[in-house]
């Protein structure tokens, strides 16, 4: 079964950092563009990050661009977030299509998501 999994989310105070995993079951995540996104309250989703297989480009939304960065190993797509701040919060996916293996933008159609892990910034 081919199964997106987020993890690493949670209450954090103002200029506060975390780390989100985005790990996969029944496939081999780094053959594959993976988008990070995120969707506040009464907001439309937004796609905040992407990461290429080997080497292709790696992007940012202009609003996360110098506080998070995306990384990957073998099974697990990570985003280490810093200097949160409270319009961060949001719940975060990660999605692919299991197809493309570069990144050409950041609101790439994606077939296959997680089921969101929750970011909460607040003193």
């Known amino acids: 079964q081919v199964q997106l999994v987020e993890s690493g989310g949670g209450l954090v105070q103002p200029g506060g950092s975390l780390r989100l995993s985005c790990a996969a079951s029944?496939?081999?995540?780094?053959?594959?563009?993976i988008g990070w996104f995120r969707q506040a309250p009464g907001k439309e989703r937004e796609g905040i990050s992407c990461i290429s297989s080997s080497d292709g480009p790696t992007l940012y939304a202009d609003s996360v661009k110098g506080r998070f960065t995306i990384s990957r190993d073998k099974n697990t797509v990570y985003l280490q977030i810093t200097s949160l701040k409270p319009e961060d919060t949001a719940v975060y996916y990660c999605?692919?299509?299991?197809?493309?293996?570069?990144?050409?933008?950041?609101?790439?159609?994606?077939?296959?998501w997680g089921q969101g892990t929750q970011v909460t910034v607040s003193s």
């Open positions: 029944g496939f081999t995540l780094d053959q594959y563009a």
């Open positions: 999605a692919t299509d299991r197809i493309l293996r570069r990144c050409y933008r950041l609101d790439m159609n994606y077939d296959y």
